[in-house]
């Protein structure tokens, strides 16, 4: 294994225990860069970017640890080849041999304690990366800070085991003392507390206790009225957007992808196992990460899918947080995970629970399906009407010569009565209009006699007026011999108008004389 494996496997293993995701321990070009340069003390490692003061004071010695058991050299060829710790290989049933061989180390073969104990480390964690040991639990103890310490234990042997408080609370198993469990983990061994087995799931061992297990956290969900059908919100008409979580291996993917329909449909497919309980890992993040997706409008709905199994091997499906994650999707959440007698928690919460993957793809598709339908059946109806119109047209036009022919001969007939009745009205027309232009000549010639006399009555007062309005006229008094005097404040009517010096205008017939009064 390379130094960078070695480091992206502790990586991995220390955000299980932190219950954070691997690249907020530290992020992968922090990794290439310390293979890269591989620092021996403490100082060489704060040169490294991304490494400051607190996460080198966190993770310093154990990344030191690492960088120097890696680079520390091989033992002589002749060691190797009489038979060095080889680890064990895993087989069907979960029992390990382990090869052995004399070694006669020589003195420049010796390790120091912690180097030794962190090649055994790194030893251990690249062969036996998810190991699965089942036990009963014994000496059950939870820190201040929610680690879980325990041993479990068969009839020959009993072993250390550290659950670190976000591996436990996933996990959603409340352990006691005499439970059967099957953990699921990795050995370790700590330079001051040893050798234990560090717990990445536990789940309950046996039928019955997962049955009771499931029993109990059904009925507090139902109190919690995360069962209630009225919570449950419906799957979206016409949804477009659909991710999917299930296993990019197993059949269920195909079986839901070829009963989808094609309707143009884009689906998201995050992989996750789905088999046991060491699947809630992956469970939960492809629901984070869909969720993401969900939260800024680019899902419309949620499927999760698998195949049918035992209790057992459906228990991810049956865990609190993962159940919970799926009743506080913001989407409707279709769950087509095993069958009708599998009905698994995460089912019973889910939007629309369904028994196997092709139904949840029946479901998530049926708005389609049924507007597909409804869409051919009108193609049929409209077919059969245009048919039915088709039909009555072509009788109509095989009659239509008949049907002319009478219409025609009908407004024939109209036309001729109106005809008759329009020369009738014709000659009424014609006696009243020579009796009215009798009655305006008659009119007329009235109309002239009067106009006459009345202008010669007109001409004789207009000449009455003429003779008045002469015999008025000033300028026929100026001819007789008169005049018209004005002074300064107009006619002169009296002598008494007048005084010594004032200029005086005399009008007379034929003109004006300006004078002066003495």
Known sequence: MTLLETLQQWQTQQARREGVEGYRVLPYKTLVELARVMPRTEEELLAVKGIGAVKARRYGPTLLQLISAATTPDPAPDAVSAGAPVAAQPTASHTYTVSTGEVTPSDDDVFGVSDFLSALNVLLSSHFRQVRVRG??????????GHAYFQIKDAQGVLRVTVFRGAYELSGVELADGMEVIVTGHPQHHTQYGFSFIGETVELAGEGALKKAYDALKK??????????????????????????????????????????KYGLRVTLVHS?????????????????????????????????????????LQAFNNETIVRMIADFPVPVVAGIGHERD????????????????????????????????????QRVIVQRYTEVLGRTAHSVAHAPM??????????????????????????????????????VRAGAQMCTQQQRHLRATHT?????????????????????????????????STQDVKAGDALSIRLSDGTIEATAE
């Not at 449950?232 to 992808?257: C, E, H, N, W, Y």
């Not at 699947?279 to 997706?293: F, I, K, N, S």
């Not at 939007?351 to 598709?365: F, H, L, N, Q, R």
């Open 461 to 493: 007062r207009l000449d009455a007026i003429a003779a008045l309005l002469r015999a008025r006229d000033p300028h026929t008094l100026l001819a007789r011999g008169y005049a018209i005097v004005r002074g300064q404040h107009g006619v002169v009517r």
């Open 136 to 145: 009963e639990v014994v000496g059950l103890r939870r820190n201040t800070t």
């Open 403 to 440: 049907v002319l022919t009478a219409r025609f001969q009908e407004l024939l007939a109209r036309f001729s009565a109106a005809q008759h009745r329009l020369a009738q009205h014709a000659a009424v027309y014609a006696q009243s209009l020579a009796r009215t232009r009798q009655h305006i």
């Open 343 to 378: 009905e698994t928690l995460a089912t019973l919460v889910a939007d629309a629970g369904v028994s196997t993957p092709t139904a949840a793809a029946k479901a998530v598709s049926a708005s389609w399906m049924e507007a597909a339908a409804f869409v051919a059946h009108r």
């Open 220 to 261: 507090k969900l139902a109190q919690e009225g995360l069962l209630d059908a009225e919570r449950k919100r419906g799957v979206p008409q016409f949804a477009t957007k659909i991710g999917l979580i299930t296993s990019r291996d197993g059949a269920a993917i195909g079986d839901f992808m070829t009963n989808l329909g």
């Open 273 to 313: 196992a789905v088999e046991g309980q060491h699947a809630v890992h992956e469970l939960r993040a492809a629901l984070m990460t869909l969720r993401t997706r969900a939260e800024a409008g680019a899902l419309d709905v949620l499927v999760i899918t698998r195949g049918g199994g035992s209790l057992e091997s």
